[in-house]
């Protein structure tokens, strides 16, 4: 298996330390001693923190199984509970001490960065369009009720969920996932 390069090691660093810290507590030696490598490689790959922001955010978009969503072959209101429980999962096993790192990074520094505000909202429109895909699949198959458009459900529903991993951040516990889950797969995805 061939070694990962620099880079790559960069780009994983800075997802893990975005994630871990925020933006603005993570500086390039936090990322780069996290990948292993030396300061001044950094710029070498990357013109700016700023930059390597935008790639880490697309790489960790990559890793939300957007696809799965999109996946016919398995019922719509399977794929959408499936969906957010492998988020719950993921947010119950770091101990609710991590949310969305799309969602952190729009809060921290969308009204700071245009690139990454831009970024941000590409991210959850990606995340917005996955999910409709899958809630027009169930309103089609009349498991769910059509009197709101898939997309408006759609997007309700991510917000339901950023607020719920903000509330079991605080919380540090799962009631947040509870209700999520009882209202949207209960009340309004029925």
């Known amino acids: 298996m061939p070694r990962a390069s620099l880079r790559e090691n960069l780009i ?3 997802v893990q330390e975005f994630h871990a ?5 993570t500086g390039v030696k936090d990322i780069t001693d996290a990948a292993g490598a030396p300061k001044g490689s950094f710029y070498n790959h990357f013109d700016s923190k700023e930059a390597l922001a935008v790639v880490a955010l697309e790489r960790y978009g ?4 957007l696809d799965d969503l999109r996946d016919t072959s398995v019922a719509p209101l399977t794929r959408l509970r499936e969906h957010f429980e492998f988020l719950r999962d993921e947010n119950v096993q770091a101990e609710f001490t991590r949310g969305c790192l799309v ?9 700071h960065s245009d690139a990454l505000r831009a970024t941000t909202s590409s ?3 990606a995340w917005t369009d996955a999910l409709t895909f899958a809630v027009a699949d169930a309103q089609e198959a ?9 997309a408006t459900l759609a ?3 991510l917000n339901a969920w950023e607020g719920a991993l903000i ?7 799962a009631r947040a996932f509870e209700s999520f889950f009882t209202v949207v797969f209960g009340v309004l995805l029925r």
């Open 142 to 150: 009349g498991d769910v009720a059509k009197t709101l458009e898939a």
């Open 12 to 14: 994983a660093a800075a």
């Open 123 to 125: 991210g959850l429109q």
């Open 103 to 111: 969602g952190d990074l729009a809060v921290e520094v969308a009204d």
């Open 167 to 173: 509330s079991a951040r605080a919380d540090r516990s």
């Open 21 to 25: 810290r925020g933006y603005a507590a």
């Open 155 to 157: 997007r309700f529903v």
């Open 62 to 65: 990559a890793t939300r199984r």
